[in-house]
């Protein structure tokens, strides 16, 4: 239930963050779901892999280097998403990333507090 419900965030995410940039660009909801729903998966094969992978350099940068991690997931979203989801440009998808990272740190308090599960 939680995964589904954040499934459900980062596409409201999406649709806002698309009205705010002009260079990210988001057909619809549904294409804002389907996004979020492949970004999940991709966190779950990929991130892990890519973590492990640049672990030297997130130590250095005290893991400063995590948003980068997460705007190669959202460009590799893109790939599998094609024209209805677009972000011009690694700046544009850095940003994004740490946004939606911060904004689901709060929402994720908010929602479950401290708890574990």
Do not use: C, Y
Not at 34 to 43: E, G, K, P, V
Not at 79 to 90: E, R, Y
């Amino acid at each position: 239930m939680r995964w589904i419900i954040g499934v459900i965030i980062n596409s409201v995410l999406f649709v806002a963050l698309s009205g705010f940039f002009t260079s990210f660009h988001v057909d619809g909801f549904t294409t804002a779901l389907l996004a979020s729903f492949i970004l999940a998966i991709l966190n779950m094969l990929i991130r892990p892999i890519l973590l492990l992978l640049t672990l030297p350099i997130n130590i250095f940068t005290l893991g400063l280097f995590t948003f980068v991690i997460n705007a190669i997931m959202l460009e590799m979203t893109t790939f599998f998403i094609g024209d209805s989801f677009q972000i011009d440009g690694f700046g544009t998808a850095l940003i994004i990333a740490a946004i939606m990272a911060f904004a689901n740190m709060i929402i994720n308090s908010v929602l479950w507090g401290n708890k574990e599960n």
